[in-house]
């Protein structure tokens, strides 16, 4: 049995399992209950003004699961609410198409790219139980890792390079590479005016920049 109490300082329910406790915000389980009351067509299973920091809002999220669960939507990829609609259809047709991509994550308010070179390339599947979300499943393996879905910047096509999908403020990010005073990796990556990669070999470094500026050039060249 989860005991569930409010931390309304850091607007977090703190779920306690008995041998640990794990936390869900209260406009995580706001917005993905209402997303589900919506399509449900439940507006009972909504949040109101009253549940955003009570026990109560935690129940109302825990119904609307249970709810999708017993409806045929549950059998469709779920998506959290604050995914871009067109990049939801373009992992969908991906999924579809078995075709291998490249996901450029990062902060879409800004249009920031995160820089990950790792878990952002591969084929998109979806995972089992109740709320189907899209998985990125690298090269080789059986299972992947959850797409965050709600902070893509850009999905890519890896066999033509065209962009599939391309936030309205997406930047590819301003890249430098100049030599450094380490012997062992004497050249550097700047971004922003700080140091995010090093390498040993020039080579490596372009390859790890036009990577990181779209381009669909495998990671293992330059890690």
Request: aromatic letters at 10%.
């Amino acid at each position: 049995m989860v005991n569930v109490t409010l931390n309304t300082e850091q607007q977090l329910y703190v779920l306690d399992h008995g041998h640990g406790c794990t936390c869900f915000g209260f406009t995580n389980a706001r917005d993905h209950a209402n997303q589900m009351a919506e399509r449900l067509k439940r507006p009972d299973l909504a949040f109101n003004e009253a549940d955003f920091r009570a026990l109560s809002g935690y129940q109302k999220y825990l119904a609307a699961v249970d709810a999708w669960g017993k409806s045929p939507l549950s059998r469709k990829t779920y998506f959290d609410p604050a995914t871009d609609p067109k990049a939801a259809r373009v992992l969908e047709r991906c999924r579809e198409a078995n075709a291998k991509v490249r996901l450029i994550l990062g902060d879409t308010a800004t249009g920031r790219t995160w820089l990950d070179e790792h878990d952002v390339v591969g084929r998109i599947g979806r995972s089992t139980g109740t709320l189907k979300v899209p998985l990125l499943i690298e090269p080789g393996a059986d299972g992947g890792i959850a797409v965050l879905t709600a902070c893509l910047l850009a999905i890519i096509d890896w066999e033509s390079g065209k962009f599939l999908f391309r936030h309205p403020r997406y930047r590819a990010p301003d890249l430098l590479i100049r030599p450094s005073d380490d012997t062992e990796r004497p050249w550097e990556v700047l971004h922003d005016e700080q140091v995010v990669a090093c390498f040993w070999d020039i080579g490596k470094a372009g390859a790890y920049v036009a990577f990181m500026r779209g381009e669909t050039v495998e990671p293992r060249i330059f890690q």
